[in-house]
Structure formats: C-alpha cells, structure tokens
C-alpha cells in the first residue's frame, strides 16, 4: 500500500520537479550560457560543478559493485552458475564489440569524413601524452593489473576490474562458510541500502552538475571548433544511432523487448551521462533499474561492472571511424587487408586500456601507433571535439551493457517476459535501493 501511495504522488508530481526534465533544462541553459558568455562559462568553478558530482558518485561506485557482487553469489547455491554467468558474458560482449567495430570502419568508407578536410596539419606534441600512455599499455600488463597488490588499494584506486574480481572471492568466501557466514552477508545487504541512500541524496544535484558540464564545455571549445568538424562528428553520431536502434534494436527485439521502451526507462541515466560526460556518475541507478525489470543480482553484478572494461561499443565505434577518418585526412589510402588489421588490433587494444582517464583517445592512439606510427600526428585534429564523441561513447555504452544485461538474464532463463514489458510500459518509479533483497536462487 505504502508503495502505490509513494508511486501515485511521485506521479503527480509538477513537471518540473521531474529528475530527467531537470536535467534537460540544465543541459540547454548550460549550453546558452557557454554558447553567449564564454569567458564566465569556461571558468573553473563552473567546470567543478560537473567535476565535483561525478567524484561524489564515484566515490561509492566500488562499494556498491563490492554489495551487489557479493550477495549476489553468497545466495546462490549452485556455485557453477557464477562462470556460467561469466562465459556467457564475455561472448556476448566479444560479438557485439566486433560488430561495433565493423560499422565504424564501413561507416568511415561509405561517407569518407577525412577525404577533402581542409584542416591543417596538426602538431604532434598536442598527443603526445596519450601516446606515451598508450605505450604503457598492453594485453599481459592489463591481465595481471585485474589482480590488485592489496585489497584496500583495490577500493583506493576505484579499480573496477580489481573490486570485482575481489567480490567476486568474498562471495564465493561467504557461499563456502554456509550458515556461519550469515551475518556478513546480512551487513553487506544492509550496507549496499545505506550506500544506495547517499547516491539519492547526490543525485538531487545532478541538474547543478549536468549544467556546469555542459557550459564549461561549450565554453571553453567554443561552437566554432563543431563547425569545423560538423561532418566527422555527425558521421559519428549517426553510425552511434544505427548500432543502438539498428544492432541493439534487434538484440532487444529478439530478447522480448522494444529498445525504445528500454531507452526511455533509462533517460535519466542517459540525461545525467550526457550532462556530466561520465557514465560512471549512473552505474549504481543504472544496476538498480535492471534488477528492478526482473534481472537477479548476480547478473547484473557481474555484466555491468565488467561491460565498462569489456563492452566498450561506443568507443569501439569510435576506434575503427576515428583511425579512418585520419588515414583519410594524412592521404593514406588503405586496403581491405589494411583495414581487417585496423580491427584486430582494436579488438586488442580497447581492452588494454580498460578503466584508464580518457581511454577512448589513448586507446586510439595506441590502434594508430600499432597500426602505423605515421597516422599518430594526425588523431589531434580531433582534440577539438573529443568531448562531444566521448559524452555520445558514454551514453551508447550504458545502452549497450544495460541491453546485454536484459540478454543475458533470459539467457539464464530468468526473465519473466509479463514482468519485464509490464515494467517498460508502466515506467513506475523506482526507489534508489529498493530492489535490494537478498537473491536466493
């Protein structure tokens, strides 16, 4: 009873006080502001606005992945349905990895962004950071840095990968200790509801942040440098478009649901990661909202946190547009043999520089110094515009491991189809927390 009541004023409730329509509104007076005042938009207290939200988030990403992990595995009792859950995963996210990094490449031949840009010749130092980066990254360094030097470090360091393999044996721990484990598995369930109570108290300033983002981005690069590159961003955006309605729509379709639905399920997340450019600042809404649809903890503690490293879509997309985009702009011309490289090597290198700050553009400088160290120069002509795609990369991929967690759930046989499209047409509102109870499948 006390939950319709909840639903039902939630429900009346002015349009404005709307999390989402907040957002929305943040989003395009932040935009004006940058647009018409610069100077005051690029200042560094509006550019910490947006900063300073996505570190509160962040600051309790890992102990919620710690929560969700671990009591999803210390309940269940068939123990081998946690590698089931894991093989099952990393298929899923090496096939639609490799489709997104093949409409990227088609897309850059179809439409050919570089051929004809009448951009200069850009400095080599502009990149030379994330070259030097890149070099530090490779397949044996990024499998042995899953494994953290101490536990502590693990939660230190916000590494995602670390905490998750960690939970992973903790729960697995607390599933062999039986009865006696009892009372650490009751303190993680009740410390996971206290950590999904500060995440509803953050998120009420999610709208302050979405607008200091947003204008001390367009502030500080200015509409003139979209201009300039109108047709490589739209190129992007549009290839982003057809792999989510197009490629995930299919997926979505075949696993018993419209990806439109889906999408406006999760508007706040994608408002708040277009507003904020990070799409950590929702992983903790985002898993809450997936368990609220009918999948079980397990699941969703073990495809979303790992779909950050594994299932990179949008930047994969990214990866094989971006490297043809600058062969086109430095006159190289490229074979199919070429090209096939382009993707096998970005198959490798998106993953070596999983959880790094700002791994889309280290990721591409390590494809183009693999591929050919003579292209590197040329990923800076992109500087200019790497936010706008790295927002778009952000929001594709909270569509994409929020698809393949729905995929994966019916795959185990989990998904009550009634529950799930019951949920999608309803949109009830979902209490932050809510959905944590203990999974005792």
């Not at 101490?150 to 960690?166: E, R």
Request: neutral net charge; contains cysteine.
């Amino acid at each position: 009873m006390a939950t319709a009541t909840s639903a039902l004023e939630t429900a009346k409730k002015p349009f404005y006080r709307i999390l989402y329509i907040q957002v929305l509104i943040a989003i395009v007076i932040g935009g004006f502001l940058g647009w018409l005042y610069p100077a005051v938009a690029s200042s560094p207290w509006i550019g910490a606005l947006g900063t300073g939200f996505v570190k509160l988030v962040k600051m309790v990403v890992t102990p919620i992945i710690f929560c969700t992990v671990v009591s999803g595995i210390a309940h269940i009792k068939d123990s081998r349905q946690v590698g089931r859950i894991g093989f099952k995963t990393l298929v899923y996210f090496e096939v639609v990895s490799t489709v997104a990094l093949i409409i990227g490449l088609v897309v850059g031949n179809v439409v050919q962004p570089g051929a004809g840009f009448s951009g200069t010749v850009p400095d080599a130092t502009l990149v030379a950071n994330f070259v030097k980066q890149a070099e530090h990254q490779s397949a044996v360094g990024f499998v042995l840095n899953i494994i953290p030097d101490s536990v502590v470090g693990a939660f230190v360091k916000n590494d995602v990968l670390q905490v998750i393999l960690f939970s992973i044996l903790f729960g697995f721990g607390l599933q062999l200790a039986g009865e006696r484990g009892r009372l650490a598995r009751d303190f993680v369930d009740s410390a996971a509801r206290a950590i999904y109570g500060i995440i509803a108290i953050v998120m009420k300033a999610a709208p302050v942040a979405s607008f200091g983002a947003m204008a001390f981005t367009i502030g500080k690069f200015g509409p003139q440098v979209i201009s300039n590159l109108f047709g490589m961003l739209m190129t992007f955006y549009l290839s982003v478009a057809f792999f989510v309605f197009v490629v995930l729509g299919i997926i979505a379709y075949w696993a018993g649901f419209s990806i439109f639905k889906f999408i406006t399920y999760i508007k706040d997340e994608l408002l708040i990661t277009l507003g904020t450019g990070s799409s950590e600042s929702v992983l903790p809404q985002l898993m809450d909202k997936l368990e609220n649809l009918g999948c079980s903890k397990s699941v969703v503690g073990l495809v979303v946190p790992a779909g950050y490293s594994f299932n990179n879509d949008g930047g994969n997309i990214y990866q094989t547009l971006a490297t043809v985009f600058v062969a086109q702009f430095m006159g190289f011309d490229l074979t199919w043999t070429q090209q096939l490289g382009i993707v096998l090597v970005a198959m490798l290198t998106s993953k070596g520089t999983a959880g790094v700050a700002g791994a889309g553009f280290i990721t591409l400088a390590a494809t183009l110094s693999v591929f050919d160290p003579k292209l590197v120069p040329g990923m800076a002509v992109l500087l200019g515009i790497d936010k706008f795609m790295s927002e778009c990369r952000a929001v594709t991929n909270i569509v994409g491991n929020g698809v393949a967690a729905v995929v994966v759930a019916r795959w185990e046989g989990e998904m009550d189809d009634k529950k799930l499209n019951a949920k999608l047409n309803q949109m009830p509102p979902v209490e932050l927390g809510a959905s944590f109870e203990p999974n005792r499948s």
